[in-house]
């Protein structure tokens, strides 16, 4: 399937600046985990930054998260997204991305500013 050429004003990120910024080893593993979960699953950050290793489901690469409205739904990712990371989060217990090392919001709209679906999805 032939991929549509951006239009003018597109704000997309090409595809191939973010597979930079997700395989970029200058930054930490856990960094690039939770932006490609967010770019996958266009989950909220607040949602992604609160996941426990028990709301986790590896096998079907699903992960169960609270909405904004309180409810529980699920949110899906790649394949490339969790591979990574899979064996350090089997190891581990509690947060998935511990607060006292979480990247701020502000952190990740620095990485990608106003740009994209990314930018959107925590905005």
């Not at 970029?24 to 909220?44: F, G, Q």
């Not at 079907?60 to 990712?77: C, D, L, M, Q, T």
Request: glycine residues 6%; aromatic residues 8%; contains cysteine.
């Amino acid at each position: 399937m032939e991929r549509w050429a951006a239009r003018r004003g597109d704000r997309a990120n090409p595809a191939s600046r973010l597979d930079k910024l997700f395989t970029d080893p200058a930054h930490a593993l856990r960094e690039r985990v939770l932006w490609r979960l967010l770019y996958d699953t266009a989950a909220r950050a607040e949602e992604l930054l609160s996941l426990d290793v028990e709301d986790l489901d590896l096998e079907f690469r699903r992960a169960r998260v609270v909405s904004k409205g309180g409810a529980i739904e699920y949110v899906h990712w790649a394949t490339a997204t969790g591979t990574p990371y899979c064996e350090r989060l089997k190891r581990l217990k509690g947060a998935v991305f511990p607060s006292r090392t979480s990247p701020s919001i502000a952190s990740i709209i620095a990485v990608m500013p106003g740009r994209g679906v990314m930018t959107r999805s925590v905005v």
